[in-house]
């Protein structure tokens, strides 16, 4: 079987990544060949005897800036003319639901984990077609961001989950939170699961699920409702 995805992890930490790559659904998707995530480490690609991949910022100012030379080298030695670079920034784009099934459906991802201060502009000027962020918050560095793109993206590998219908009841889709969950047993310290579950009715099971969601989104998160939600039947 011809791999669907391919994708490299450039980082200074990565073991950081092997375990959360590994395990679970990502695991299992790169064991059955639907995904294909290699980790290289920056420092490989680093000069001199200490391997340094960072120095002081030109100007002034805190903290260190990771080298163009390393990052170059790099990114050139497995980029290809599908290869789409992925930078995780801060100031990217934040990282949606359409965002991630977008780049499933790429050929050959490339995710440069940032750290320190960030990377030589020069590095994004010229090697980066993509910034992502996965939310309004700074971490020590780009990494665990990068796995976690990959694994919204996985799910829209076909043959990855292993109920595809998850895809349309998750969060976020057609603008609307997920619907509560319940599993056996029906009554737990004199709680009731919701009659209508337990009816076999798949038709008031769906009207239910989706008032739900109606429900929970307008609590949670209003600023997410689109003017006129699509029923989740339709995606």
Not at 187 to 205: D, K, T
Request: proline share 6%.
């Amino acid at each position: 079987m011809d791999t669907a995805l391919e994708i490299d992890l450039l980082t200074l930490f990565p073991v950081m990544a092997a375990g959360y790559l590994e395990e679970s659904m990502l695991g299992r998707a790169q064991k059955h060949g639907l995904l294909s995530v290699n980790v290289h480490d920056i420092r490989k690609w680093a000069e001199g005897k200490h391997k340094v991949t960072d120095d002081r910022p030109f100007g002034g100012g805190a903290g260190m800036v990771m080298k163009p030379e390393p990052l170059f080298g790099v990114i050139e030695s497995v980029k290809r003319e599908e290869t789409q670079v992925i930078y995780m920034a801060p100031d990217g784009e934040k990282l949606t639901q359409p965002l991630a099934k977008e780049l499933s459906q790429a050929k050959h991802l490339v995710f440069l984990s940032g750290h320190y201060e960030g990377i030589d502009q020069r590095v994004r000027d010229c090697l980066v077609d993509r910034e992502v962020s996965i939310g309004d918050y700074v971490l020590t560095n780009g990494t665990i961001a990068a796995c976690v793109v990959i694994d919204a993206l996985a799910r829209y590998i076909p043959g990855v989950l292993g109920e595809e219908k998850s895809l349309t009841q998750d969060s976020f889709t057609a603008s609307l939170l997920t619907f509560p969950q319940f599993t056996r047993p029906a009554e737990f310290r004199g709680m009731r699961v919701p009659e209508v579950l337990l009816s076999g009715n798949h038709a008031e099971i769906d009207a239910w699920r989706l008032a739900q969601r109606k429900e929970n989104t307008k609590s949670k998160r209003p600023d997410i409702i689109s003017p006129d939600p699509e029923d989740e039947s339709s995606h």
